[in-house]
């Protein structure tokens, strides 16, 4: 099942321009699909069809001039349930937060709506956005529009789902390991994680703090790009978000890739790449050679740790953020303790699911006396040489090529019982959210089962401009 709606937010304003259509119009047909489509695919966890419903009607009268003033006027979007959004539902796909009202929205979240955007549902994700196929959310399995019986991708398959089967044009995400890459590949869309620090972390609920980053869906480079200046900047809310100048993301995207330096890693090429996935990005890159681009070899010698060094700094800081929720403070409280720490086991143990707890009690070994410094300080170190790696890749080229995942959607369930093959999908992706780099998924291909295939487009510190400029002119071919 695929919803064929793939209209772009600049056809979405050309529509309002002309008076072809109303926000109101636009929303009313967006909530059909979603009720037409979600129940089969599960994408969404909340929609907020008033509040939506309001809020569009009161843009129909004005949004000719409003287009001009506010890039996202009268666009739908979803976002991913583990941001804030003050009165509505707040879940993280957990029990723990099932009933949870957050007081305030997420930065990301009020930018969007700051310029113009109609917010209408919350999407579902891995329990706290812990893996890699939107199987572990306590609230079921999302499904991918391709073909059912397949995992859309995750930890942000839900987002992706929402843009993938026509219900929005665009959706935020969070990306921690490659949560919107791989879901963007899984479902054939453009999916960015920007640098980290470009876009403001406040509100959105904590998983690994030094690799956590927000980020969009969209069938396009350019709606990525429309979307990314308006979720980036400093914001005093978030000490760790960066006082880089956000550029004009939309300029220059009709470039050609003449000149353009691309690095190829043959240690992401090597053994364990499906051979479906190799055939597409490799068609990909001869695209793109025989359009100007100059093929560079680059080298990134400590890949072969990234998953151990991941799992390692993912874990352990998961294990720090979620201390706080022990049936105290706010989210689910177990009946029946007798003491506070009963209370406390028997709170995690039914609010938390089974990766969760698994992430949880890994975390909180390699913090642990005695193998602190055999595990989390050695990997903070490996982490600072794969740094290093990719400033000396990028003095020899503009942008770097890979795969971004080992494989193909796989079907639901297929995986369920072997988390170390989930963990080893995203071998590709880590590594970028360790060394804080943007990157993004562009579609390049399709399995012989008609699923999508995505290749990673990687670029430098803050250089998302240019990073932009190469996908878009990649994405003409």
């Excluded at 595990?375 to 942008?399: H, I, N, P, T």
């Excluded at 796989?410 to 880590?430: M, N």
């Amino acid at each position: 099942m695929i919803v064929r709606e793939r209209l772009t937010i600049d056809q979405i304003h050309s529509m309002y321009a002309s008076g072809e259509t109303t926000p109101s119009e636009v929303c009313r047909q967006t909530l059909e699909r979603i009720d037409a489509g979600n129940g089969r695919l599960n994408a969404l966890l909340c929609v907020t069809r008033e509040s939506a419903l309001a809020r569009a009607a009161a843009m129909d009268a004005g949004i000719g001039e409003a287009i001009t003033r506010k890039p996202l006027a009268g666009i739908p979007v979803v976002v991913k349930d583990n941001l804030c959004t003050a009165g509505i539902p707040t879940t993280c796909g957990s029990r723990m937060l099932e009933h949870y009202l957050p007081p305030y929205t997420a930065t990301a979240v009020r930018r969007l709506l700051d310029a113009g955007a109609v917010l209408v549902g919350k999407a579902n994700l891995d329990e706290y956005a812990m893996g890699g196929s939107t199987e572990n959310s306590a609230f079921g399995p999302a499904r991918n529009p391709w073909n059912e019986d397949y995992v859309p991708g995750g930890s942000s398959g839900g987002s992706a789902v929402a843009v993938a089967a026509g219900f929005v044009p665009v959706s935020l995400g969070s990306d921690t390991g490659g949560s919107i890459r791989q879901p963007a590949s899984f479902c054939g869309l453009v999916g960015l994680k920007p640098t980290y620090g470009r876009v403001s972390r406040y509100g959105l609920v904590a998983f690994a703090s030094s690799l956590d980053q927000i980020g969009p869906f969209s069938w396009n480079v350019r709606d990525s790009a429309r979307v990314l200046g308006v979720i980036a900047g400093h914001d005093p809310h978030d000490s760790t978000s960066a006082a880089e100048p956000v550029g004009d993301y939309l300029s220059g995207l009709d470039g050609d890739l003449r000149g353009v330096r691309i690095g190829i890693p043959a240690e992401c090429f090597a053994e364990g790449l499906d051979d479906e996935v190799r055939a597409a990005v490799e068609s990909g890159i001869a695209r793109l050679t025989a359009r100007g681009a100059e093929i560079v070899e680059v080298s990134l010698p400590h890949m072969k740790y990234v998953i151990a060094v991941y799992y390692i700094i993912a874990t352990a800081e998961a294990s720090s953020n979620l201390a706080r929720f022990d049936g105290v403070r706010y989210g689910f409280r177990a009946d029946q303790a007798r003491t506070l720490s009963e209370l406390y086991r028997r709170t995690r143990d039914l609010g938390f699911g089974d990766e969760v707890k698994r992430r949880i009690m890994l975390g909180t070994f390699v913090l642990s006396s005695g193998y602190y410094d055999a595990y989390y300080e050695k990997a903070q170190r490996v982490r600072s040489m794969l740094v290093d790696d990719f400033a000396a890749a990028f003095a020899k080229c503009d942008a770097i090529i890979t795969p971004t995942a080992p494989t193909p959607p796989f079907r639901i369930g297929e995986k369920s019982d072997h988390p170390l093959a989930l963990y080893l999908g995203d071998i590709y992706t880590v590594t970028i959210n360790l060394a804080g780099l943007p990157a993004i998924n562009l579609p390049c291909g399709m399995s012989a089962s008609g699923l999508p295939i995505g290749m990673q487009l990687i670029g430098n510190h803050f250089d998302e401009a240019r990073l932009l400029r190469i996908a878009s002119a990649a994405e003409q071919l």
